[in-house]
């Protein structure tokens, strides 16, 4: 069992940068493909960025790409979401899931662990 919990978000303005922690508990999570989601008000949750085991391999939505960029340390078991040039678009909760899968994970159902989630607001 993996339990997860999200913390870093709040309310920002457009531009601006923020960062995302999701801290592991109980098992480590670093055998597994970590990822990001999140869900706009009245929108289907969608894919942000993934990692693998090793850190070394990511990918990113391409909403995103070159403003956000996702990290981990599986010493301190845990993923992170830096956020940079925020725009209103961006607003949304930010899950933080975990993959069993031997590759990088892009869809919903391909993740097994889910935090709760925490709220990103970007003002314009």
């Known amino acids: 069992q993996v339990q997860l919990v999200e913390s870093g978000g709040g309310l920002v303005q457009a531009g601006d940068s923020l960062r995302l922690s999701c801290a592991g508990s109980g098992r480590t999570f670093s055998p597994y493909v970590m990822g990001w989601f999140r869900q706009a008000p009245g929108k289907e949750r969608k894919f942000v960025a993934t990692?693998?085991?090793?850190?070394?391999?990511?990918d990113t939505a391409d909403s995103v790409k070159g403003r956000f960029t996702i990290s981990r340390d599986n010493a301190k078991n845990t993923v992170d979401l830096q956020m940079n040039s925020l725009k209103p678009e961006d607003t949304a909760v930010y899950y933080c899931a975990a993959s069993m899968l031997r590759r990088l994970a892009t869809r919903e159902n391909e993740y097994i662990y889910w935090g709760q989630g925490t709220q990103v607001t970007v003002s314009s």
């Open positions: 990692i693998d085991w090793s850190g070394y391999s990511t």
